[in-house]
């Protein structure tokens, strides 16, 4: 029942994990993104930001 118990456990951290590393990559992507656009000087229209998405 332990044994079970500490799976359970290691599965719920490491989806943690990957949520917060998922959300961390998000926010590194949009400041990337956003230092981009301030160096072009444009406005982020769709078709940028799905490029920005796409690398």
Do not use: C, G, N
């Not at 926010?27 to 956003?34: A, E, F, G, I």
């Amino acid at each position: 029942m332990r044994d079970f118990w500490q799976r359970s456990m290691i599965r719920l951290y490491s989806s943690e994990a990957l949520e917060y590393s998922r959300f961390l990559f998000v926010v590194q992507h949009s400041m990337y993104s956003q230092q981009l656009i301030s160096k072009r000087r444009v406005r982020p229209t769709h078709q940028t930001l799905v490029q920005l998405i796409k690398k």
